[in-house]
């Protein structure tokens, strides 16, 4: 059946865009909470670069808790 959307090479990308877009969040949330912690204790730049790797590290996080279990019990989250 042509234009199922399901087997064609666009399937991936709704889940690419997902994944790249909680990474990018997660680094840019956290990223500015670290900012602006960094404004108010007066410190150059020590909060928001520890904000932006618990950012990132988030974001990985939450990408293998919704896409990385699917290969290990049967394709079921």
């Known amino acids: 059946m042509a ?3 399901r087997d ?3 399937a991936g ?3 690419g865009w ?3 877009s909680t990474l990018v969040a997660g680094i840019a949330v ?3 909470i670290g900012y602006l912690v960094d404004r108010l204790v007066g410190t150059d730049r ?4 520890f904000g932006i ?3 990132a590290a988030g974001g990985i996080y939450i ?3 919704r896409y990385g279990k699917r290969g290990r019990d049967g394709g079921s989250a």
């Open 3 to 5: 234009g199922s959307g």
């Open 8 to 10: 064609g090479a666009w």
């Open 30 to 32: 956290w990223g500015g």
């Open 46 to 49: 020590v909060f928001i670069a």
């Open 13 to 15: 990308m709704g889940t």
């Open 18 to 20: 997902a994944v790249t």
């Open 63 to 65: 990408v293998y808790l």
């Open 53 to 55: 790797v618990l950012g």
